[in-house]
């Protein structure tokens, strides 16, 4: 977990618009974010069950990966983003990020008038309605299991016993495109073991770059073992909140816009192969050198 105290700067996006942002069409994007790539197994769902939306999608890169962090710093980091978003009228945010949603959701929610969507529930109501034997895992990243945001997400479905393990490592393999090799194997086993061994059925992959290693994963768990992951589940709340407060998309062409707090290009060429051709300039994010305390205390 990281010491706070030894955060050296916390940087904060302020975008130079381009020509081709400026000309995006009149209806609102919906903003969606994350630490890094994970997100965009989210994005990809919206994009092929909402064609009509835009997405603008901001990867907080200079800051990740957000797992190891502790609560409050996430929280201030997803704030930060988010006010950004709200700045560039998007008409919807989407917490693509368990960590972030396990840290900043009740927040967000009281702060923003747009409405919020998040991953965390999406998954669990998808896990219960697949479960045979009652018994859920969930991988997650250490923040998003420390904060017991599963266990509270499944409050309310008392007949399912939740295992839930940290694996902070298989994040890294995303980020740096390893998707499948021996050591990715290895790592997942270690992983999984205490999921395997209470029998769990099913499997949330409690953050959203997992999703990108479910051949490694099910490979791991074996047959028989139904793996959930939250961006479709997403997605669909996506079009539930837009058609029932009439935000939908009027059948405007759509506009798709990704920008980074890190290295822009760096992001676009794995986000390619993950998300596809969507993925065009990636603008970079200018950042300011923010105190560590000062990451914790804004915005307020």
């Known amino acids: 977990m990281s010491d706070i105290g030894s955060v050296a700067h916390a940087p904060w996006v302020s975008i130079i618009e381009s020509a ?3 000309s995006a069409t009149d209806d609102p994007a919906i903003g969606v974010f994350d630490s890094g790539v994970g997100g965009l197994t989210v994005a990809r769902a919206i994009i092929d069950q909402l064609p009509n939306e835009s997405i603008l999608y901001v990867a907080d890169t200079a800051r990740q990966p957000y797992g190891p962090k502790r609560i409050a710093e996430v929280r201030a980091y997803a704030l930060q983003v988010m006010d950004h978003l709200v700045e560039h009228d998007v008409k919807m945010l989407v917490i693509a ?3 972030a949603s396990a840290a900043v959701l009740r927040d967000a929610r009281e702060r923003y008038d747009v409405p919020v969507v998040e991953v965390i529930q999406p998954a669990t109501r998808r896990a219960v309605r697949a479960t045979r034997n009652g018994r859920v895992g969930v991988i997650a990243t ?3 299991i420390e904060s017991m945001a599963y266990h509270d997400a499944f409050a309310a479905a008392p007949d399912v016993r939740l295992t839930g393990v940290a694996a902070p490592r298989l994040v890294e393999f995303v980020e740096r495109g390893e998707t499948m090799s021996e050591e990715l194997i290895e790592v997942a086993r270690e992983y999984l073991q205490p999921v395997i061994d209470d029998g769990c059925d099913t499997l949330i992959l409690g953050c959203t770059h997992y999703p990108l290693l479910a051949g490694a994963i099910s490979y791991v768990m074996g047959d028989g073992v139904t ?6 589940e997403t997605a669909k709340d996506v079009f539930r909140v837009l058609h029932d407060r009439g935000l939908a998309g009027q059948g405007s062409t759509p506009r798709h816009r990704f920008r980074a707090t890190g290295d ?3 992001f676009a060429d794995l ?4 998300l596809g051709p969507e993925i065009g300039t990636v603008e970079r994010a200018m950042v300011e050198d ?3 305390e000062e990451a914790l205390t804004a915005p307020s």
């Open 97 to 99: 990020c368990n960590s």
């Open 227 to 232: 793996l959930v992951s939250s961006a479709d």
């Open 290 to 292: 923010v105190s560590g």
């Open 142 to 144: 250490r923040a998003t």
């Open 271 to 274: 986000g390619r192969r993950f």
């Open 20 to 22: 081709d942002d400026q």
């Open 264 to 266: 822009g290009a760096l």
